[in-house]
Structures are given as structure tokens and as C-alpha cells.
């Protein structure tokens, strides 16, 4: 049984304490099961603290996550408002698998041989199959269409230049699944979305730690906030890296019309436009921290072309100054800049008027903290399964000259990865 097997067949057999697996696809990943400490906060102070356990014993991994409110109440400068998931939740584990070029385990060495051995008994029933009915959107096409004219409204009067418009679409569970442990049918989801769209920043995580674990988050994202890697960059500096994903198109079935939404893209000035504008915003964010002269990205993104969709992504590097800290940092680059927009701050404050509801976990941060460096993913295409189904959220860059019902019809092409029905 493959490593990946494995994971999803222990993950359905609902193992108590508080599995994280986070997933790039055939690339590296981490697995934990058994955490020893859990950090708990509904703002950013937390961060302070796990950074000095992580920078103590570093041979520890911390797993877990930022909501996208707990970022942007740190943004705005208030409270985070009430919400159905912890802002800030990370968890150090006793031993956690990292698995990819070569597998090794970090932390305690007797924790690491049982968690070898729990996987290796692991035996729960995979069943195949999309356990998810049809999703359907949660705001009418007309809504949705006006929340992007209001949008452009904003954009007109100066406010704003462009402005990232979610809306969320649910799928219940299919009768024959219906009185399988939530467990179960949260493995089933995410096995069948790495099998028919691997993403490089995967996830499956048990919401609440314990037994009958009755949430689950199943990310299928494609997009790096920041990776920082130790002594990588200019001169023995620590090297930050972001991919910031900004223009798409759906994939098409037909090869001809499927190298032509590709061209489309690449050759369209108005994407073009939206992605330079979110570069520049990430340029900006990870040099407040960056050694002078050293921020780097592209003339002209490229072209990433994953199953369901094609990207523009660009890698902005810098090397941070040596006296970087992990608060700094999330500080500087969170939320993400490709799912806000420019500028930031006055942006997130129109985003929360026109989508009048939280986006949790999705679009804030899924975190790993490791002994070589860190990484974060933007938790896109990313949703939150429990006994109701699956709740999930797509969308896209508002410009001033973007069409409405094209823009609708962008949502529901980043959300088919999840539409199986």
C-alpha cells in the first residue's frame, strides 16, 4: 500500500488526536497524528509563542492553521468578530513524517516508530466513488453579478484597483454515504481529489482533536503564500519565496480549444494587467522585510496548467534580513495579496461589505513550521466537510473592466474539482 494510501486509510478510520496531512501531490509532505502542544488564539499573539518553542527544539513540526478573519482583523487593527473556527490554531507534534524525495521522521524517535506502525496497520475500507452530490452556489447568479458591478463601483471612485469577489456553494452528502463516520467520507473526498486533481498544496486536517471528529478541512489548493528556506538565500540569508496566482481559464476537453484557452491567456492584456498588479503587491509585502536589493520576480509569469483550470504564477524571492521573526512576517504577507487585492487594506474592508459572510480557513494560511525553513499555503480551493456535507468558496480579481457573468462562470470552473455529481 502506497504512503498516501496509507494516510487516507488511517484518516478514515477516525484515530483520535489530530491528523494533518499536508500533501504536495507526488512532491514533499508532512504527516502528523499525535500533538503535544496546541496553540489556540483568536488573534496574532499567538505566533510569538510558537515561534519560540519552534526555535528551541526545531526538531519538532508545528502543523495548523490561520483563518482568513484572524489575519484581517490584524490588518484593520480590531478584534477578530465571532466566528465558527479559531483564528490561529497550531499544533506541535510528537513525531511527524516527512515524506517525497526521502522520507524521515521529526521529533521524538519512539513517537516516530509508532507513528510508522499505526500506518502501517492501517486497514480501514477506501471506498471508491465521489461521495458528494451536485454543488450548487449559495448566491444567485444575478447577486453574484451585481456584487461584481458594486465591486466595480468601488474601483471606479478611486477606492481600489482590483478587488478578489468570493462566493460560497455547498454539496450534501450522497444517501448511500450518508451514515458513514464523517471521518469516513472526509478521507474519501480528499483521496478522490488528489487522485483526480493532485495540488501542490494539498491538505486533510482534523478540525477539533479527538475522537469523532465532526469537521475536516480538504484543501485541493495550488498556491504558496511564503516558503522561507534557512540559509538559502544571498550571503547565508534565509530565502522567502511567494507564488502568487492571479488569471485563469478553464480547461476545455478538446486539445485545440484547450491550447487556445492557454494562448488566450497568456496573450491577454487584461490578465496580464491583474497579475503585475498582485506581483507588485507581494514585492512590496516581502520587502518590508527583505534585505535591500534583493527582491526579485519575473518580467512575465508563467503559464501553470493543472486539471481543471490554467494559472498565471509568478515566484517573487528575496533573501530576509537577519532579524526576520515569524509574527513579522505573517504581519507582512498576510492575508495573501492575489485573494484580497490591491491595495490591501481598504480592499479587505469592501470584500467583507459585498460578501457579508467569513471565509474561515479558506483563503487564510495552512501552516508548517519545520526544522529546514517554513511554508504556508493560501488555502484556495479549499473547503470545510461535516455531517451537512461539504461547504466550500472559489473566486476571482474584480478590474474594472471585467465582465460580470465571465467572472461567475470563473468560479464555477475552480470549483469543478469538487462537482463530480
Request: hydrophobic share 45%.
Amino acid at each position: 500500500m502506497s504512503r498516501a494510501r496509507q494516510i487516507a486509510a488511517l484518516a478514515a478510520s477516525d484515530p483520535g488526536g489530530a491528523l494533518a496531512w499536508l500533501d504536495g501531490g507526488d512532491g514533499r509532505g508532512f504527516f502528523g497524528l499525535e500533538p503535544d502542544v496546541e496553540i489556540v488564539a483568536d488573534d496574532l499573539s499567538g505566533l510569538a509563542e510558537v515561534e519560540a518553542m519552534w526555535r528551541a527544539e526545531p526538531q519538532f513540526v508545528w502543523l495548523g492553521w490561520l483563518t482568513y478573519e484572524v489575519g484581517t482583523a490584524a490588518l484593520l487593527g480590531r478584534p477578530m468578530r465571532p466566528a465558527p473556527l479559531p483564528g490561529l490554531v497550531l499544533r506541535r507534534y510528537r513525531a511527524t513524517l516527512e515524506f517525497g524525495a526521502r522520507e524521515r521522521i521529526h521529533g521524538e524517535a519512539r513517537a516516530g516508530q509508532e507513528l510508522l506502525a499505526r500506518l502501517a496497520s492501517a486497514t480501514a475500507d477506501l471506498e471508491e466513488g465521489w461521495p458528494l452530490a451536485p454543488v450548487r452556489a449559495l448566491v444567485d447568479p444575478e447577486d453574484y453579478r451585481a456584487r461584481v458591478r458594486e465591486a466595480q463601483t468601488f474601483i471606479a471612485a478611486g477606492e481600489t484597483y482590483q478587488i478578489n469577489l468570493t462566493q460560497p456553494f455547498a454539496a450534501a452528502w450522497r444517501p448511500a454515504w450518508q451514515q458513514r463516520p464523517i471521518a469516513a467520507r472526509a478521507a474519501a473526498v480528499y483521496a478522490a481529489l488528489r487522485a483526480g486533481a493532485p495540488a501542490s498544496m494539498g491538505a486533510l486536517m482534523a478540525v477539533d482533536p479527538g475522537r469523532s471528529c465532526g469537521r475536516w478541512v480538504a484543501s485541493n489548493s495550488p498556491e504558496t503564500l511564503v516558503a522561507v528556506e534557512f540559509a538559502r538565500g544571498q550571503d547565508g540569508g534565509d530565502l522567502a519565496r511567494s507564488w502568487p496566482i492571479k488569471g485563469t481559464r478553464p480547461r476545455g476537453g478538446d486539445p485545440a480549444r484547450d491550447a487556445a484557452a492557454q494562448a488566450e491567456l497568456l496573450s491577454s492584456t487584461k490578465d496580464l494587467a491583474e497579475h503585475v498588479m498582485i506581483v507588485d503587491l507581494v514585492r512590496n509585502d516581502l520587502g518590508r522585510l527583505a534585505v535591500p536589493g534583493t527582491v526579485e520576480a519575473p518580467r512575465r509569469p508563467e503559464l501553470v496548467t493543472l486539471p481543471t483550470v490554467h494559472h498565471l504564477v509568478s515566484e517573487v524571492r528575496c533573501t530576509l534580513r537577519r532579524d526576520w521573526t515569524l509574527p513579522a512576517l505573517m504581519a507582512a504577507m498576510f492575508p495573501g495579496g492575489s485573494v484580497t487585492g490591491a491595495p490591501k487594506r481598504r480592499t479587505v474592508e469592501l470584500i467583507e461589505a459585498l460578501e457579508r459572510r467569513e471565509r474561515g480557513i479558506y483563503c487564510g494560511a495552512i501552516v508548517v513550521l519545520e526544522p529546514d525553513g517554513l511554508r504556508c499555503s493560501i488555502p484556495i480551493r479549499t473547503g470545510i466537510v461535516d455531517a451537512s456535507g461539504l461547504a466550500v468558496q472559489t473566486g476571482g480579481g474584480i478590474v474594472i473592466d471585467s465582465d460580470p457573468e465571465a467572472e461567475r462562470r470563473e468560479c464555477w470552473a475552480k470549483v469543478r474539482a469538487f462537482d463530480r455529481g
